[in-house]
């Protein structure tokens, strides 16, 4: 299913990517050292409900998880990428943390991840690797207006990656969001330009350029769930969902501006 909203639902949209924006933003400044992530777990929930909003993942059952995933944020670790799920683990300064986040509110869903470093340790290839999936994003949006294709989106991404060096995993991607958190189109991470579905005002994307620092194959966590590098490498991962208008690009899931 792809849909096209209309400027009531789009106006729904806004407000809900803004409030994922805003609590990923107030959970990375509460992740510290020894911040256990079912702490991180709870205050999602906390801010969710407060919000009078839903969440798109504790029932979330998809095919490729084992039974409902039952929390209310991922959260992935070091060589954690993606689905990663919450449990009994303070972090450690130096951690590579991804937190990632969909919500609906008024009917619509918005969809956000961020990685960041725990603590005071910066190293020099985390770091790099962090920056390289933001600026790959930054470049996907970038291509991303009507009468564009999703294959014009794809190579913008995996153009960045892969001058990086990085292998690049096309299990996994962007995709269409709207009343419900994952529909069509798919957006690989690299892909063939003026391919694809063509880019209308009115559709939701959230694009999500993610790597692994040495290997583009995934392994399956005993949870079930989280899915790791297949090597123990670090991982990184960045996401927005934006809406495609007359102009080009929209970015609702940044923090409000007083924050």
């Not at 290997?215 to 790791?228: H, K, M, P, Q, Y």
Request: charged share 20%; with cysteine.
């Amino acid at each position: 299913m792809i849909e096209i909203l209309n400027s009531t639902r789009l106006e729904r949209a806004r407000d809900t990517g803004t409030l994922v924006g805003d609590i990923l933003h107030t959970l990375r400044q509460r992740c510290t050292v020894g911040t256990n992530l079912l702490d991180i777990d709870r205050w999602t929930k906390e801010m969710i409900t407060d919000a009078q909003a839903q969440s798109c993942y504790v029932d979330y059952a998809p095919s490729f998880g084992r039974g409902p995933f039952g929390h209310y944020i991922c959260t992935a670790v070091n060589d954690g990428v993606l689905h990663g799920r919450p449990h009994d683990y303070a972090l450690a300064d130096g951690d590579l943390l991804t937190l990632d986040l969909a919500v609906s509110r008024g009917g619509v869903a918005a969809d956000s991840a961020i990685s960041f470093l725990v603590g005071r340790a910066r190293p020099a290839e985390s770091v790099a690797m962090i920056e390289t999936t933001e600026r790959a994003l930054a470049a996907g949006i970038a291509a991303a207006r009507p009468g564009a294709r999703i294959g014009d989106l794809s190579h913008a991404i995996g153009t960045v990656l892969g001058e990086a060096g990085y292998p690049i995993n096309t299990d996994f991607g962007g995709h269409g969001i709207g009343s419900t958190m994952h529909q069509d189109p798919h957006v690989a991470n690299t892909g063939r330009p003026g391919r694809g579905y063509k880019l209308r005002p009115g559709l939701l994307l959230a694009l999500e350029p993610w790597v692994m620092a040495d290997t583009a194959e995934l392994v399956t966590d005993a949870d079930g769930w989280t899915l790791r590098s297949a090597t123990g490498c670090r991982t990184a991962h960045s996401e927005h969902t934006i809406a495609i208008t007359d102009d080009g690009a929209e970015i609702l899931t940044l923090p409000s501006s007083g924050l």
